[in-house]
T-cell receptor, first 113, second 111 residues
């Protein structure tokens, strides 16, 4: 079965650079979520999209933005990167009518040097 | 504010032992999920519980949802080294499908 696809899997950037992460949800899933997970921490919700519209916003910094495109894939754009942005970034999708179950991608590991 | 308290935070046991992980809250959840995460990978959904008092079993894993839908437990029987990982509970409050996460239980099963 198709899963959530994230790219790139690993990314190394310098401080103040920009990074873009991509997420391709499971087909027919209508909601996409972005999470940030630091070492030893639980996932921190950043932002979600339902049917290409932003549906909820969490602890996403102003330097970050995200959008969902017509083909339902989503991109997380991170600018003016800081050392503290180093983390695993997960995308998850959820089908309509579910009880909130999330299906996660394998994550994108961002390292800011 | 952390609405979901998960305990214990760390657990190291020998293979063959039993263990229980708890997830407690003062909030009522419309549903609650348990995930298992291995290092460097995304959380994988294990189970969703919806009905108060519900018990679900997945092989050696038993999940229970409290009668008031405020708490849940995960019991593992005869733990195996392959059970090692981070176990996360997450609850849904109301109908907004936003998950409230516990901090996770890091389980190490030693051979």
């Amino acid at each position: 079965a198709a899963g959530v696809i994230q790219s790139p899997r690993h990314l190394i950037k310098e401080k103040r650079e920009t990074a873009t992460l991509k997420c391709y949800p499971i087909p027919r899933h209508d909601t996409v979520y972005w999470y940030q997970q630091g070492p030893g921490q639980d996932p921190q919700f950043l932002i979600s999209f339902y049917e290409k519209m932003q549906s909820d916003k969490g602890s996403i910094p102003d330097r970050f933005s995200a959008q969902q495109f017509s083909d339902y894939h989503s991109e997380l754009n991170m600018s003016s990167l800081e050392l503290g942005d180093s983390a695993l970034y997960f995308c998850a999708s959820s089908p309509d009518g579910s009880t909130g179950e999330l299906f996660f991608g394998e994550g994108s590991r961002l390292t800011v040097l | 504010t952390q609405l979901l308290e998960q305990s214990p935070q760390f657990l190291s046991i020998q293979e063959g032992e039993n263990l229980t992980v708890y997830c407690n809250s003062s909030s009522v959840f419309s549903s609650l999920q348990w995930y298992r995460q291995e290092p460097g990978e995304g959380p994988v959904l294990l189970v969703t519980v919806v009905t108060g008092g519900e018990v679900k079993k997945l092989k050696r894993l038993t999940f229970q949802f409290g009668d008031a839908r405020k708490d849940s437990s995960l019991h593992i029987t005869a733990a195996q080294t392959g059970d090692t990982g981070l176990y996360l509970c997450a609850g849904v409050v109301g109908n907004n499908r936003k998950l409230i996460w516990g901090l996770g239980t890091s389980l190490a099963v030693n051979p």
